[in-house]
């Protein structure tokens, strides 16, 4: 089993939907959570960053951490066309190098 | 700045070729990565170097794997033979720094293709 679960979809929503992306991690060392986003045949892209468990926001997505329950979510509002992508979670461990692991990502289509 | 520069963009090679791909990072990142990412076992961490000296390899899956930074502006990851199974899409990225907070950034990533 990987450190890091995440569903890769496809997850397909009509423009405007409410999106959650999830991930669920088995190491409670983790302590660091991002979002990267990654387009069709480009490389990731750090999309939001957190610490530890709460909320974080910015603009339309809001990342959220549950460590009691290892699980991290993602939600984008009013989605866009131009949110189709891949989504990746990622996660470092308290102490040590700050090199994340990553999910398998969670492939995003916003139909019109 | 251009961002990480890769090259090729794709590869197609036969099992048993030497396949080497390429990496210019942003200059003035002390970091640099080379992932591997396949849909069965997603993004992962092949080897990373700090000022161009390789700090960790745990993650080459062989001894047919090598990687090299001979400078600050550019690095090389190399299999030697290639096989099917190292088709993947290989992503190098660079970092200025290697905390918390330091974003890597990608390059576009070479898509190799092992017939």
């Known amino acids: 089993q990987k450190e890091v679960e995440q569903d890769p979809g496809p997850l397909s929503v009509p423009e405007g939907a409410i999106v959650s992306l999830n991930c669920t991690y088995s190491n409670s060392a983790f302590q660091y959570f991002m979002w990267y986003r990654q387009y069709s045949r480009k490389g990731p892209e750090l999309l939001m960053y957190t610490y530890s468990s709460g909320n974080k926001e910015d603009g339309r997505f809001t990342a959220q951490v549950d460590k009691s329950s290892k699980y991290i979510s993602l939600f984008i509002r009013d989605s866009q066309p131009s949110d189709s992508a891949t989504y990746l979670c990622?996660?470092?461990?308290?102490?040590?190098?700050?090199?994340?692991?990553f999910g398998r990502g969670t492939s995003l289509i916003v139909h019109p | 700045d251009a961002g990480v520069i890769q090259s090729p963009r794709h590869e197609v090679t036969e099992m048993g070729q030497e396949v080497t791909l390429r990496c210019k990072p942003i200059s003035g990142h002390d970091y640099l990565f080379w992932y591997r990412q396949t849909m069965m076992r997603g993004l992962e961490l092949l080897i990373y170097f700090n000022n161009n000296v390789p700090i960790d390899d745990s993650g080459m899956p062989e001894d047919r794997f090598s990687a090299k930074m001979p400078n600050a502006s550019f690095s090389t990851l190399k299999i030697q033979p290639s096989e099917p199974r190292d088709s993947a899409v290989y992503f190098c990225?660079?970092?200025?720094?290697?905390?918390?907070?330091?974003?890597?950034?990608f390059g576009p990533g070479t898509r190799l293709t092992v017939l």
């Open positions: 990225a660079s970092s200025l720094l290697a905390g918390v907070t330091d974003t890597q950034y």
């Open positions: 990622a996660m470092i461990r308290r102490g040590g190098s700050y090199i994340p692991t």
